[in-house]
Nanobody
Framework: QVQVAEFGGDLVQPGGSLRLSCAASGDTVGIYAMGWYRQAPGKQRELVAGFSGYRSTNYADFVKGRFTISRDTAKNTVYLQMDSLLPEDTAVYFC?????????WGQGTQVTVSS
C-alpha cells in the first residue's frame, strides 16, 4: 500500500508563484513514476506534469515555460513549481504515484488564482 499526500495549495494573485509538494510513503520500492494532474470545477482531470521513466518529464502545453516539476528520489517526493500563475490555473491539484500494482492518488490540494 502507498500513501500519497500533497501540500502547498493556497490563494495567490495572478502572476504569482506557488510550490506544491507531494510525498509518497508506505511501499515505495515499487514506485516508478510520479506527477501531477489537476481538475477545475466542471472539467475533467488533466495531466499537468509528470516523470516517466528515469529522466523523462512530460508537461501539458498549457504549463510549458511556467511550471517545473522536480523530485527528491531519496525522499519519494515530487515538487511542482508554478510561476506566472493565471486565473485559469485555479483547480484542485492531485499528485499520483505509479506503482507496480497500480496508480495511487492523493486527496488533492486547492490552488486558487485570483485578485
Amino acid at each position: 500500500q502507498v500513501q500519497v499526500a500533497e501540500f502547498g495549495g493556497d490563494l495567490v494573485q495572478p502572476g504569482g508563484s506557488l510550490r506544491l509538494s507531494c510525498a509518497a510513503s508506505g511501499d515505495t520500492v515499487g514506485i516508478y513514476a510520479m506527477g501531477w494532474y489537476r481538475q477545475a470545477p466542471g472539467k475533467q482531470r488533466e495531466l499537468v506534469a509528470g516523470f516517466s521513466g528515469y529522466r523523462s518529464t512530460n508537461y501539458a502545453d498549457f504549463v510549458k515555460g511556467r511550471f517545473t516539476i522536480s523530485r527528491d528520489t531519496a525522499k519519494n517526493t515530487v515538487y511542482l513549481q508554478m510561476d506566472s500563475l493565471l486565473p485559469e490555473d485555479t483547480a484542485v491539484y492531485f499528485c499520483y504515484a505509479d506503482h507496480n500494482v497500480g496508480r495511487y492518488w492523493g486527496q488533492g490540494t486547492q490552488v486558487t488564482v485570483s485578485s
